[in-house]
Structures are given as structure tokens and as C-alpha cells.
């Protein structure tokens, strides 16, 4: 893949530590070559994109999503993938991870064998939002936190050979990312085997006590999925998982920004508590995710949207559908800085992944991955490894 120099001139580049405004940013081979205030084009310079001020963030990255406009990860071809990574690309999102529910192994083989062509192919097809590995949002999950999950397909672990029925990614540096409860029987062992594996073992649908929450924080498992939700609440004489993640400091946590899943005051509340240096944002988002209102069918089920808000059958709410780049405007409607917004919505989840040496912030050497938003939060441009992914600004901005 080849790819051209750009300079991004007249923005405000959101780093790791503050926003450098008036910045040029000089790409190359899809990397950050350097960031300046000089925004003269040397010679080799391809295309020139004059930004006029617009804020330049790290593309936002999403470690929990199952779908968007009309895809759904658990039957979704390669192809099916690659639109949902355009969409993606059209709301700041620059790498994600497919995530999967519970189902029969047959399933779960088709759905990986999809996310492992992509990845294959992404490459070469046009630019969008990269595949980086997978989530498995279960099976090893408490019945009675099933949130939308379907419970005939929850299971217990009884040893290692057990993980022989989640298909891993053979690509070079995927990432592997599960959510369990660690009450579940074997639960423990389970962290430990996973964490071994080199997996990303996070905490979530759970109901479990300080005591096991604590053998799977020394087993490995040091991140909480979706926190608050599908999880027992927090209770003076049963802190439970809530009262646990709030006081830890080496776990994170992730947060479904969508004013829907939980209050904005208590998003403040876990701000505040963990601080943004422990805190991700995700958009869990599900099949109708940018399509509106209506009547949709997802796993199995008649999954309603109204308002924004949505339901199963049972009334439960059944995931999101908002992006991250509703995330970061809720978070930017919290008082978060915008490098907080930055860290939140990218450096966190690529640290989590262990992909922050490539990407996650706006830093010489890194991947060109790139979002640049306007003063209402609309997503004018984005860079994948330095091409363009998403430029919904017409004409206006490229001046070679």
C-alpha cells in the first residue's frame, strides 16, 4: 500500500499533553513525520490540506462494538465488515474491535473467519476504520446479569481445552479482548489461563464479591467492561463490583457515553473517581446504529429503537446506538479537556490493547490516524495510516 505526503496545515492539534495551536503536521508513508508551527509545504509534499482551525484529535478508537447500519458482526461478511468501518471512518473512528455475543461455535467460526479476512484485506481496500483484533463479550458470563446476552449460550470452564471453541486471529498483532465474570465456575483459572494467552481479560456482567473480584485482579484481569452496566449496583453493605472498580487503581474501566445506559452524573462520578487516565469510552453499538428509529431483528430477537434509546423483548436496553463521536460529545459536555477527550476516546483504549506505540496520540513516529472535528463536534476529516478515510468537507479544504 502506498501512500501519498500530506500536510495538515492551520489546526489545533490535540497531544498528549496540550493542544498546540496553528499546527502543521507533516505525514509520510502514514506516519506523523513531525508537528510544527511552520506551515510551509516542502517540495515533496503531495496534498495540502489547509484545516482552517479545525481541532485535530487522535482517531477515536472502539474496543466494544457489535455493528452499525444494518451489520451485525455475528453474520457479517468481510465486505459487511468494510462498511461498517466506513461508517466508522465518518465518525472519528480510525481502529475498533468486532465484538461477539455468545452463540454456538459454528457461529462464533463463521464471524472470526470474516474479521480474519478483513484484517487480511484492509490494506488494500479503500480506506476506513482498521480492524485490530476481536472482542468476546462472553460466553463466560453470569446468567443473571445477561443484560441482552442470550443465556443458552453462557457456559462454565472447566479447563483450557475449553477455549479451543473461541477461534482466535492468526494475523500478526491482533488483539484478543474477553469480558467474563469471574464467579462463574473455573472462573479464576480462567483469568489466569487467558491472561497467559496474552489476552486482554476484562471484567463485566458480573455479580461477583470482593473476594473473587480480587483473585481475578491477581489472575490478570485489571479492566471492567460497559462499568455500572450489567453489573450488581452499588449498595452501602454490598459494594460489589461498582464500589470495587471505583477503588482500584490499577483497573480500568469503560463507559457507554450515551446519557441512556447511565446518568450523566454518574459518568461525572466515575470521572472523578477513576479520573480520565483510567477511563475508556465505548459505543457498544448494535446493528441499527445509524439508521434511526424502527423495528430491527438481532440476534434473534425484535430489537426496538426509539429516540435513540433501545429494547428487546423483555424491555432491557440491548446495547447502543450512538458512535464515539456522540461518546466524545457527551464527554466534552462533562468538562473534559479536550486532551482528556483524547485520552478517553483513544490513548486509553490503545494502551489497553497495547497498541499505544502505534497510535492512540498525535506524536511523531506514530500512525497517521486522525480525526479532525469542528467547533459543534461534526467530524470534517479522517486518516487511516495517513489516507483518507472520511473527508466531509468538499472542496474546502485540499489546496494542491
Known sequence: METDTLLLRDV????????IEGASILIADGRIVSI??????????LNVFDLGGLTLYPGFIDVHIHGSVGVDTMEASPDDLHRVALFLAENGVTSWLPTLVPAPAEDYSRAVESISQLMREQDARPAAARAVGLHYEGPFVNTQQCGALRTQYFRAFKGASDLDELPTLKEE????????????????????????????????HTRAGISVLEGARHAGARHMTHFLNAMSPLHQRAP?????????DDVTVDLIADRIHSDPLVLRLVLR???????????DAVAPAGLGDGEY????????????????ERGD??????SMREAVRTA????????????VASLNPARLLGIDRECGSIETGKRADLAALDADGRVRLTLVSGRIAFDGSGEGHRQS
Open 12 to 19: 489545533r492539534a490535540v497531544g498528549p499533553q496540550r493542544t
Open 36 to 45: 510544527s508551527h511552520d506551515g510551509e509545504a516542502p517540495e515533496e509534499v
Open 173 to 204: 498483532g491482533a488483539a484478543h479482548m474477553i469480558t467474563l465474570a469471574p464467579e462463574v465456575e473455573g472462573g479464576i483459572e480462567l483469568v489466569r489461563e487467558l491472561s497467559a494467552r496474552g489476552w486482554v481479560v476484562s471484567i463485566g
Open 240 to 248: 460489589g463490583p461498582v464500589g470495587w472498580g471505583l477503588l482500584q
Open 273 to 283: 473517581c477513576k479520573t480520565p487516565s483510567r477511563v475508556s469510552l465505548i459505543s
Open 297 to 312: 431483528k438481532v440476534w434473534g430477537e425484535t430489537i426496538r429503537v426509539s429516540e435513540g434509546r433501545t429494547s428487546n
Open 317 to 322: 436496553i440491548a446495547g447502543s446506538v450512538i
Open 332 to 343: 466534552a459536555s462533562l468538562g473534559l479537556t479536550e486532551t482528556d477527550i483524547a485520552r
